[in-house]
């Protein structure tokens, strides 16, 4: 298979996956101290550097949809990668979300080509990653999300009744790709996602929902790292 990435830096065992390269770099330099960029190859821009408190961190962008979503997944566990989480937008399905408002995919529908193709019926978050991203961004609400490839305007016109109807709260066109992904590979994924837009169709203001993605991209970086949720999880052992 073609290799997207050709990474010149270190690939750590903990990544954060943002699909805009703009964000990845935001990221980078929010969460990593000293980042060095370890990949520009088909404009996915990868980082690589350490966390505030010393742990090696990669940070690389995947690009729109499940498809790149998952072939870069798919290379980043072939270099190591054990542990991701997605960070990025999503478009409410539920009336009770509002524009801005933070979630954790907890599990998800299989509505995008690449979690068909896993005859992934409700692939599932890594629940000690979901557990310690509840730890560390506890305004996330855990929802299911749909996965889709093609705008459900253009698409069948009740395709969002029906993913209401299946449980749903927000779609993207990632997330449920990754989920499934992980799974298969076994490398623990979790995805965290800021509502760009309403099922009303009000939009969150661009500089809102860039710093929420900051926010959850930080809060991904510590639940990446252990910390509370894995102290929590010993205490119930």
């Not at 940070?59 to 790149?68: L, M, P, R």
Request: with cysteine.
């Amino acid at each position: 298979m073609a290799a997207y990435l050709r990474p010149t830096a270190p690939i750590a065992a903990a990544a954060l996956l943002p699909d805009d390269p703009a964000l990845a770099l935001a990221l980078a330099q929010a969460t990593l101290e000293k980042p060095v960029m370890a990949n520009h190859s088909y404009g996915l821009w990868g980082y690589h550097g350490h966390d505030r408190d010393g742990r090696e961190l990669t940070v690389q962008a995947t690009g729109i949809g499940a498809a790149g979503g998952a072939a870069v997944l798919g290379e980043l566990a072939e270099r190591g990668v054990r542990r991701a989480v997605r960070v990025g937008r999503c478009t409410a399905i539920a009336p009770e979300l509002g524009a801005g408002e933070l979630v954790r995919a907890t599990a998800c529908l299989p509505g995008d080509g690449v979690s068909r193709a896993l005859a992934a019926r409700n692939a599932q978050a890594d629940a000690e990653l979901d557990l310690e991203l509840a730890a560390a961004v506890p305004a996330a609400r855990p929802v299911t999300v749909a996965g889709y490839d093609l705008d459900p305007a253009l698409a069948a016109a009740d395709a969002r009744a029906q993913w209401r109807a299946a449980g749903a709260a927000v779609a993207d066109l990632q997330s449920a790709a990754l989920l499934a992904l992980g799974e298969r590979l076994g490398v623990a994924v979790a995805a965290v996602l800021a509502v760009a837009e309403t099922e009303a169709g009000t939009e969150a203001a661009e500089e809102a929902l860039t710093t929420a993605l900051l926010e959850l991209g930080a809060g991904a970086a510590r639940a990446l790292g252990g910390g509370r949720a894995r102290a929590q999880l010993g205490e119930l052992v």
